[in-house]
């Protein structure tokens, strides 16, 4: 599925960082691809590099950080990968 720019929000900002959340009606595979959110940056750069974007999809999530933004292109990198919602059921903690 692509990108949705509905689903992209603003969670916080404050010193020219931006914090984002994008919820997706899709697996969360394609999300952390090179080029899956170059529309939010058309016509004018949204997306700024230091930027990070926490995504939830399917049951699942991660955090990506802007590497590289101009206008319609956008590079991230993952900074980190949730398991599904199933995987982290049998392996919470209890206290």
Same mark, same amino acid.
């Given at each position: ?9 603003? !969670?916080?900002? #404050?010193? +020219? ?11 969360? @595979?394609?999300? &952390? ?20 974007? !926490?995504?939830? #999809?399917? +049951? ?11 206008? @319609?292109?956008? &590079? ?20």
């Amino acid at each position: 599925m692509a990108y949705r720019a509905n689903d992209l929000n603003v !969670l916080a900002y #404050a010193n +020219g960082f931006t914090l984002w959340h994008y919820a997706a009606g899709e697996d969360g @595979g394609r999300i &952390a691809e090179q080029g899956y959110f170059n529309a939010a940056n058309d016509p004018w750069p949204t997306l700024k590099p230091g930027d990070w974007i !926490l995504w939830t #999809a399917g +049951g699942s999530g991660g955090q990506l950080i802007v590497t590289d933004s101009a206008a @319609g292109s956008v &590079a991230v990198a993952a900074m980190h990968r949730m398991p599904p919602a199933a995987e982290t059921a049998s392996t919470r903690i209890s206290g």
